[in-house]
């Protein structure tokens, strides 16, 4: 199974914000070695920020980037991820790159907080919650 990680469900964990403990359990599946989770080389600047922002602690910050970059795969972005998501002209430029990238690497699902946002027939979209009732 390969799962693209939205931004948002990385800094639940990150930070610790409230409901993050299903969140937390999608990224501990990383461990599992039938399972692949990619987070997006473009939200990488966005968690580091927002964390940096939160914690006032730029060593902190790399600390913790350092951490999810040796738990997940970095998802590339290139010409081709940028031009599919213009051409799927969301008002999220944001999500439909995540999208985009769920495409290109192949992911069974994209997992958000934001499901409604994302309406691509190509793409499975799931919360943290409903993705993990698929291992109950």
């Known amino acids: 199974m390969k799962l693209l990680i939205d931004t948002d469900v990385v800094l639940d964990v ?9 969140s937390d359990a999608v990224m501990a599946l990383s461990k599992h070695d039938d ?10 600047t966005e968690i580091y920020h927002i964390v940096r922002a939160n914690c006032g602690d730029r060593i902190q910050a790399f600390d913790m980037l ?13 010409h081709k991820e940028i031009s599919r998501a213009m051409n799927l002209a969301w008002d999220d430029f944001e999500d439909a ?5 769920a495409i290109s690497v192949g992911a069974d699902y994209v997992v958000t907080k934001n499901v409604d946002r994302y309406i691509s027939p190509r793409v499975r979209v799931m919360s943290p919650e409903q993705l993990l009732e698929l291992f109950d």
Do not use: N, P, T
């Open 14 to 22: 990150m930070l610790k914000r409230e409901g993050f403990k299903d």
């Open 97 to 101: 790159l995540q999208c985009s990238i």
């Open 35 to 44: 399972i692949q989770v990619y987070v997006a080389a473009s939200s990488i």
């Open 66 to 78: 350092d951490h999810l970059v040796h738990q997940v795969i970095i998802a590339d972005v290139s």
